[in-house]
T-cell receptor, first 113, second 113 residues
Framework: AQSVTQPDIHITVSEGASLELRCNYS??????LFWYVQSPGQGLQLLLK??????LVQGIKGFEAEFKRSQSSFNLRKPSVHWSDAAEYFC???????????FGTGTRLLVSP | DTAVSQTPKYLVTQMGNDKSIKCEQN?????MYWYKQDSKKFLKIMFSYNNKELIINETVPNRFSPKSPDKAHLNLHINSLELGDSAVYFC????????????FGPGTRLTVL
């Protein structure tokens, strides 16, 4: 069965600094991978996804992620963090047949002035 | 227009009661889902429906009964509510049950007293 690990429960970054959120997945076949963001009291918004092709994917709000098969990773990056990026970030992998998403436990991003 | 909507946004009720949460999507998608997010922010799928037919039923107590009157609606009925049912419930939809992005509703926060 597939699984997702987000090793960092929370991360604090200074505004303007760069960000990398880690995601490792376990899946036997080619994975479909996603990053979602959840702002306080809100639903989940899709930041970006990887299905195939170019391993560096661009998303909304200046985020990007790189799929590294050899490391089973799909880390999320942003070159310069804004205070409005403070939120919970979830990595997810789709199962065979893509009938459901399996989520990681999330990483809470705090942005300091 | 809201793509995936849920009502109510908040639901506070007593143990033993029966309650329903409604979900509607106006995206023309064929597949809809219910996810549960617990107090530790962990998200787990409960059910998915494709064109009104149940395709996934994760090990959810049979007190939870989804109903899909048409492919734009997926409601969740919960009987005999328990304290452990307190959570945020998210509805989602995707174009098909294949490799498609899932779009989430804003969530319903259920509190059982």
């Amino acid at each position: 069965a597939q699984s997702v690990t987000q090793p960092d429960i929370h991360i604090t970054v200074s505004e303007g600094a760069s960000l990398e959120l880690r995601c490792n997945y376990s899946y036997g076949a080619t994975p479909y991978l996603f990053w979602y963001v959840q702002s306080p009291g809100q639903g989940l918004q899709l930041l970006l996804k990887y299905f195939s092709g170019d391993t560096l994917v661009q998303g909304i709000k200046g985020f990007e992620a790189e799929f590294k098969r050899s490391q089973s990773s799909f880390n999320l990056r942003k070159p310069s963090v804004h205070w409005s990026d403070a939120a919970e970030y979830f990595c997810a992998v789709a199962n065979t047949g893509f009938q459901k998403l399996v989520f990681g436990t999330g990483t809470r991003l705090l942005v300091s002035p | 227009d809201t793509a995936v909507s849920q009502t109510p946004k908040y639901l506070v009720t007593q143990m033993g009661n029966d309650k329903s949460i409604k979900c509607e999507q106006n995206l023309g998608h064929d597949t809809m889902y219910w996810y549960k997010q617990d107090s530790k922010k962990f998200l787990k799928i409960m059910f998915s429906y494709n064109n009104k037919e149940l395709i996934i039923n994760e090990t959810v107590p049979n007190r939870f009964s989804p109903k899909s009157p048409d492919k734009a609606h997926l409601n969740l009925h919960i009987n005999s509510l328990e304290l452990g049912d307190s959570a945020v419930y998210f509805c989602a939809s995707s174009e098909t049950s294949g490799a498609d992005t899932q779009y989430f509703g804003p969530g319903t926060r259920l509190t059982v007293l």
